[in-house]
């Protein structure tokens, strides 16, 4: 290379040593603020492994600022319950309005939630996500033995259950569906408490996708924490508690299970075809 072309070529290399430079200096401060605050802050808001407590903080400041999202009701005693699992096992019941609720449920509390979804639900794009939070899948079938025996082995070890019993989103919204009893029999057999919130402001009937981005005013509020209901009681516990976030929200209760939920039971009732 001459001196002249020597010369021409030194602005370049500057230039691109200067953007290297940048670019370099850039992933340090990243990573010295992932490292540094997010991820800590990561791990107060929720007890668990890093990936999870870095969906947790990127949770809480998006929907703080796409949802406006707001938490009521929980006091200090209520809050020690909830977020330590030395103070036993719990299960967490909710209405369910659309696909982001799940996500705000786990961001009102730090001990981690083991979800019940529908089977069918866990595929697609997001199936590795359900995989990571270690979602219960329900099928409906004789295959329930084995999510059941999940749940209840959770439960003793004094983990957090997180369940919808209408059993899928309201549709149609403006209304509180039939409970599936199971949360009550989980209750007695493992001896948690049930803490009951409801949730109201959120988009109604939208997907994951669509409820996470659709700007909202969303509420989350602690209405009760009971003791487990005596078995013999279970649907009169079931029903309180759906009168309870019904209350809540100022909607009427549904005659009726879901749709989806009513096809099960009537095919459940008539028995297998011959």
Known sequence: MTATEAAAAEPWMTA??????????GWIVVWCAL???FLPAGRRRL???DTSAFFAQLGWLWTRRVHGFRIEGFTPEARALVDDPSSGPVIVVCNHAAGVDPILVQLSMRRRLRWFMAAEQMIGPLGWFWRLQEVIPVHYDRRDTQSLLAAMTHLRA???LGVFPEGGIARPHGQVYRFMPGFASLAAKGKARVVVLSLRGIPANAGVLRSLLVPCSATLRLLAIVDPPPAPELDAFTERVRTMIANDLGLPL???HLDHIEERLARHTAGPSR
């Not at 200067?18 to 200096?25: D, E, K, P, Q, S």
């Open 16 to 25: 691109s040593s200067v953007a290297a430079g940048l670019a370099l200096a």
């Open 35 to 37: 490292w540094g605050w």
């Open 47 to 49: 007890a668990a492994d």
């Open 158 to 160: 004094g983990g957090a």
């Open 254 to 256: 549904a005659d009726r």
